[in-house]
Structure formats: C-alpha cells, structure tokens
C-alpha cells in the first residue's frame, strides 16, 4: 500500500554485514510491527512499537534490533546478517481503535510492500 | 500456546469452483480472527474477519464459519476466480496479547480458468 512504504525493496547482502530496513507510512497510526515471511511457516513477528517510547519483543527477535524514529518511521536493523535471516520483510502498522463488534476494523494492520533479503 | 494451524498448505481449484481453506486454535482467549489474503509482490491485507459471537460471517463470495467448541474456523470462496489466486493466511488475537496477530502458515491458491 502506498501508505505503507518500505525501503529497499529488494536487497543482497553477505554474511556479518550490517543491514538496516526501513518503514515509513503516512496513515497516522500509533502501532508499527515488523515481520518476516518464510515459505511454509506464514508471517511472524519480529518486534512492535506501540509509540515511539514503547518497543516490544515479538516472537522471533533475536538478531534484530530496532529503532522507532518518529510516530511515521520504523526501522528494522540486522547486526550482523547470517544466511538463515534470509526472507521476506514486512513492516505494518495499525490504529488503537479497537473498532466496533463484528467489524473488520479490530486492529486491523496495514502492510508494506515487503523488503525481500537475500544474505549470501 | 499461541499457535494457529492452517491447511493446506497449496490448494488447486477450478474456476467456479469452491475453495476451503481450514484453520484451527488451541488458546481459548482468542477472540478476534481474520484472514489476510497477499498476492504475489504485495503485502498481506484484511480480507474478512469474524468474531466468535457469530458463526458466520459472509462478505460477498467469501464466508468465515467458525465453530467454538471445535476451536475451528475456515474461509469458504464461493464461485472462485483466477483473480482469487493469491496465499491467504488466517490469524487470531486477544485483548491480553495486546492485539497481536498469530498468523496461520498460509495457503496457496491457485484458480484455474
């Protein structure tokens, strides 16, 4: 979504290097979250924020760090990229709101377009 | 435990065809499930969602049926088309996980013209 962005989209790397990936988005939510995508095991989250002074661990975030620069940019770093970091990266956002009973709209995240890392 | 199993994994339908795809949950507390369908080069995004108060939740050819006591939930695709083709994957969340989504592995569904 052109509200989600991600930079860059594609990028190859070797092992040991450092590689930052960064989000912006203009939809004015609070909630920003990072994920990778491996074939077969779907979408698990890497790290959320819930405003620029709250930054949570997700699931799978060893090896990453991150850094909440502003309300709009979220940015995914890999200290020294190994091969297995390998995957597709997806930053998405999501409003507080809690939305209405039944409705589509309880925290429903908005995606990016997704960073695809290659690390050789 | 926060997982959510989805299958299959790959499924292959006919165009006018319907198209299952089957999730299930061990955590009770979960009271929020979407699916997210992505296509190729494209993030995720919301498709449908239901909560378990109902157990049915229809939106034009596409239907969630959810069923409590099974901890089972499945999206339907009624009259599936090429352009249906696209990996879906089914989530869940709860209040107390702070609203995070834990994501099915996805399914790829081709439609055949």
């Known amino acids: 979504d052109a509200d989600v962005t991600q930079t860059p989209r594609n990028r190859i790397t070797k092992t040991g290097k450092r590689i930052m990936l960064e989000c912006s988005q203009t939809?004015?939510?609070?909630?920003m979250y990072w994920y990778r995508q491996d074939p077969g095991l779907g979408l698990r989250l890497i790290y959320y924020s819930f405003d620029v002074k709250d930054i949570n661990k997700g699931e799978i975030s060893d090896g990453y760090s991150v850094s909440r620069q502003a309300q709009a940019k979220f940015s995914l770093s890999l200290e020294s990229a190994i091969p297995n970091q390998t995957a597709l990266y997806f930053c998405?956002?999501?409003?507080?709101?809690?939305?209405?009973?039944?409705?589509?709209?309880?925290?429903?995240?908005?995606f990016g377009p997704g960073t695809r890392l290659t690390v050789l | 435990q926060q997982q959510v199993k989805q299958s299959p994994q790959s499924l292959i339908v006919q165009k006018g065809g319907i198209s299952i795809i089957n999730c299930a949950y061990e955590n009770t507390a979960f009271d929020y499930f979407p699916w997210y369908q992505q296509f190729p080069g494209k993030g995720p995004a919301l498709l449908i969602a239901?909560?378990?108060?109902?157990s049915e939740k229809k939106e034009g050819r596409f239907t969630i049926s959810f069923n409590k006591s099974a901890k089972q939930f499945s999206l339907h695709i009624m009259d599936s088309q090429p352009g249906d083709s696209a990996t879906y994957f089914c989530?869940?969340?709860?209040?107390?996980?702070?609203?995070?989504?834990?994501f099915g592995s996805g399914t790829q569904l081709t439609v055949l013209p």
């Open positions: 239901i909560r378990p108060d109902v």
């Open positions: 939809k004015g939510h609070d909630r």
């Open positions: 989530a869940a969340s709860f209040s107390g996980s702070a609203r995070q989504l834990t």
């Open positions: 998405a956002t999501s409003d507080v709101s809690p939305g209405t009973s039944g409705s589509m709209g309880y925290n429903e995240q908005f």
